[in-house]
């Protein structure tokens, strides 16, 4: 394990800590180290009173593998011969999608891991030579409300000026509803789009999405008072956004996931445009964040903050109208400017 930090880093966060809109003080959660699932090493960061549980895999570069509510796991992991795996869940990439390099020590090898202070906890993937970057991601969570806020990092470690976004990817078990506000001033006709794989002489390219912004439909989507909810189950299907709302909600069950991110109007968003995406098939549902495309000199850093909510609602959500109302309930973001 090795203590991996910059003051810029920490001050977002300090900065992400005093800004929580709470009325109760944060107090710092339990952490602890201890097997999970397949891992022998995981990460636990436990708000005890809110019953709330995430759990961190370096060894699955660095994705959190578990974020619960009362026992109930809202992201997806994979099973192998009946076992539950220590993978999935969220990971952090780089993009563009269409364009980037496979690059396997960030998005699959092992990450270092440290804990800073009573509630911070850090992993950072080595150096990737494949793209020249490295990146990182610090999780604190408030011990009283199991609020998670992540900062993540990119760190250019070549000799020459780069590009890239970030794209985070998250997977959640499948069935739920997906919420996405639209911009009114969205440069799609229809404010949303939908993807079909490219074909390339009569082979599907598995890295590239072609997107139709104009008359989009998917009998499980729909639009709503400006917010797009997805039925998200079934045949693998992506949809997107340039949201400018600063977050993407999953409702299953009874259980509501919020994910806030920062918005920039005048970012250059290099996915076709979108800031947001969303892919689902029959076992699971991904969220999808994007940042600007960052352009950095040798040495140089990006950082990108999330803020991630769960909650119990009162009741199962089963309709596109009861995940529409539950949306008009979900505090702005954050980083709203």
Aim: glycine share 8%; with cysteine; aromatic share 8%.
């Amino acid at each position: 394990m090795s203590a991996m930090k910059t003051p810029a880093t920490v001050a977002l966060l300090a900065a992400l800590l005093s800004c929580s809109g709470e009325k109760a003080a944060r107090v710092p959660p339990q952490v602890r180290v201890e097997p999970h699932l397949t891992a022998d090493i995981a990460i636990h960061l436990e708000a005890s009173d809110a019953k709330v549980v995430a759990v961190a895999v370096p060894q699955s570069a660095g994705r959190i593998v578990h974020y619960s509510k009362d026992g109930r796991n809202i992201l997806w992991n994979p099973d192998k011969n009946g076992q539950l795996q220590a993978a999935g869940g969220y990971g952090l990439d780089l993009g563009p999608e269409r364009t980037i390099a496979r690059h396997p020590v960030i998005w699959e090898q092992k990450h270092l891991w440290a804990k800073l202070g009573t509630n911070i906890v850090t992993l950072t993937s080595e150096r990737d030579p494949a793209v020249g970057m490295r990146v990182s991601k610090q999780l604190a969570m408030d011990g009283a409300t199991g609020t998670l806020d992540i900062v993540q990092r990119m760190t250019n470690v070549s000799d020459r000026e780069q590009s890239y976004c970030f794209w985070d990817r998250t997977l959640c078990r499948a069935g739920g509803f997906t919420i996405i506000p639209l911009n009114a001033k969205s440069r799609f006709p229809a404010k949303w789009v939908i993807g079909k794989r490219k074909v390339v002489d009569g082979k599907v390219d598995y890295f590239w999405w072609e997107y139709n912004g104009d008359n989009p439909s998917h009998p499980g989507i729909r639009v709503m008072d400006g917010m797009l909810v997805a039925k998200s189950i079934g045949p693998e299907q992506k949809i997107g956004a340039d949201s400018d709302g600063g977050w993407i909600a999953y409702v299953l069950d009874r259980l509501l996931f919020v994910k806030y991110y920062p918005y920039d109007p005048n970012g250059k968003y290099v996915d076709n445009g979108l800031s947001v995406a969303h892919y689902f098939r029959e076992n699971l549902a991904e969220l999808e964040p994007l940042s600007p495309e960052a352009t950095l000199k040798p040495e140089g850093e990006y950082l990108f903050p999330e803020r991630w909510t769960l909650t119990k609602l009162d009741r199962d959500v089963t309709t596109h109208e009861e995940a529409r109302a539950i949306a008009s309930k979900i505090p702005a973001s954050p980083f709203a400017r």
